[in-house]
């Protein structure tokens, strides 16, 4: 099968991750029981989650002149992920997240560093590797007029457009009409409803909807179309739904129609969730195939 021209354009940042068996709460102090760093930022594990489903993936991000950066770099050059502007910024440390995973899920804090310059003029330095895309994918870790900017370059080429609203904010009118799918999780479409009355009638065919351990949904018309996820056994929930943009666009540009692609994503975001780490958690075809299996799809 020919391998898909993907484009990820969005956040990096390392992932400093506490493990605890409860989340404290406001002016408590609370005994962890381990920590870990490793690599995420939703653009790069959607990135991560793409390149090992066997696609041909190139990023646009940026990293801080600092030891987190280099790690970041490093991970994709071992996934096979071709990161466009490889130029640390200095004196700007790289985007952080502070992860506290509880009881199978988790709570995050995400200092944006050197995400806050991935700017216009950034993309457009790299417009023409964008223009060899079959998808474009983005999310909302980086300033908005960068991703309206990415909306307006994928509208005039006609190139298809994920943008995963997360965290949810007020969209523009640009990218609301450019862009293919939008893929919020059901707390998000809550917070895009209010900052859009609109959404459910204008841009209702765009919407794929993560609901956990549930499944998805989407809407062919005014029905309401589920597809209900698979049995698994959660050990870190961190980058699911990163997950399943990754495996939703994998499947959707190699060939299979809409539901089975979210079939294929709600598999894929099982496996991931099965193992510990956003990035070292993604799934290999295979595994997801396998999942698919034993499922009886």
Do not use: W
């Not at 330095?125 to 870790?141: A, P």
């Not at 294929?264 to 969730?273: G, K, P, R, T, W």
């Amino acid at each position: 099968m020919k391998q898909s021209k993907i484009t990820v354009i969005g956040s990096l940042n390392m992932d400093l991750v506490v493990i605890s068996d409860e989340h404290p709460q406001i002016g408590e102090t609370v005994i962890g029981k381990d920590f870990k760093t490793t690599c995420g930022g939703k653009g790069g594990n959607q990135a991560v989650a793409a390149a090992k489903l066997g696609n041909d993936v190139q990023f646009i991000g940026r990293v801080g002149d600092d030891a987190f950066g280099d790690g970041i770099l490093s991970t994709f050059d071992s996934f096979g992920i071709d990161m466009i502007e490889r130029t640390p910024l200095e004196n700007t440390p790289t985007g952080i997240a502070c992860v506290t995973v509880s009881n199978n899920d988790n709570s995050i804090i995400i200092i944006p560093g050197a995400n806050a310059e991935v700017t216009p003029e950034l993309v457009d330095i790299h417009k023409e590797r964008i223009l060899e895309s079959d998808f474009v994918m983005t999310q909302l870790e980086i300033p908005m007029e960068t991703v309206n900017h990415i909306a307006e370059i994928c509208a005039a080429h006609k190139i298809p457009l994920l943008v995963n609203p997360a965290p949810a904010q007020r969209l523009t009118d640009i990218i609301l009409e450019a862009c293919t799918y939008i893929t919020p999780n059901e707390i998000e479409l809550e917070q895009l409803n209010r900052f859009h009355p609109n959404l459910m009638e204008d841009y209702k065919d765009k919407l794929i909807v993560t609901c956990g351990k549930e499944g998805s949904f989407y809407f062919e018309g005014d029905e309401k179309q589920v597809v209900p996820g698979f049995e698994t056994t959660p050990v870190d929930t961190t980058g699911a739904g990163d997950c399943f943009n990754g495996a939703f666009i994998s499947s959707i540009t190699n060939g299979r129609d809409l539901k089975e692609s979210i079939r294929f994503a709600n598999a894929a975001a099982s496996v991931a969730i099965s193992k510990f780490g956003a990035q070292e958690g993604m799934p290999t075809e295979q595994e997801v195939l396998d999942k698919l299996r034993e499922a009886g799809n």
